[in-house]
């Protein structure tokens, strides 16, 4: 079982920043695409955010492009995903999440994609 690791949610003001990070194994994380979730009551999980295991490419859901960025850190097997202009609309839990197979990218991702989440953190935007 892969172990994911969240931290940084909390509660930020509309056109505030918030960095989430997720620590992983090293095997896991030189291995795997790493993604970013989130989800609010009662709707389905949904995409962020997908970084690849090299860290050479990554993929965005619409809603979050040119605000949010995700980037990993190799010597501390740590993903982030920096948010800046966060809008009401980004309230929810977040997840970090690795991929199901070891060097796979599948663009456009769903939850199919990937195998292994984190415990979760709330990020709250007020307007």
């Known amino acids: 079982q892969v172990q994911l690791v969240e931290s940084g949610g909390g509660l930020v003001q509309a056109g505030g920043s918030l960095r989430l990070s997720c620590a992983a194994s090293?095997?896991?994380?030189?291995?795997?695409?790493m993604g970013w979730f989130r989800q609010t009551p009662g709707k389905e999980r949904q995409f962020v955010a997908a970084?690849?295991?090299?860290?050479?490419?990554?993929y965005y859901a619409d809603s979050v492009k040119g605000r949010f960025t995700i980037s990993k850190d190799n010597a501390k097997n740590t993903v982030y995903l920096q948010m800046n202009f966060l809008k009401p609309e980004d309230t929810a839990v977040y997840y970090c999440?690795?991929?199901?197979?070891?060097?796979?990218?599948?663009?456009?991702?769903?939850?199919?994609?990937?195998?292994?989440w984190g415990q979760g953190t709330q990020v709250t935007v007020s307007s």
């Open positions: 999440a690795a991929g199901r197979f070891a060097y796979a990218w599948t663009v456009p991702f769903g939850l199919r994609d990937f195998g292994s």
């Open positions: 970084i690849r295991w090299s860290g050479g490419n990554t």
């Open positions: 090293e095997r896991t994380f030189s291995r795997h695409t």
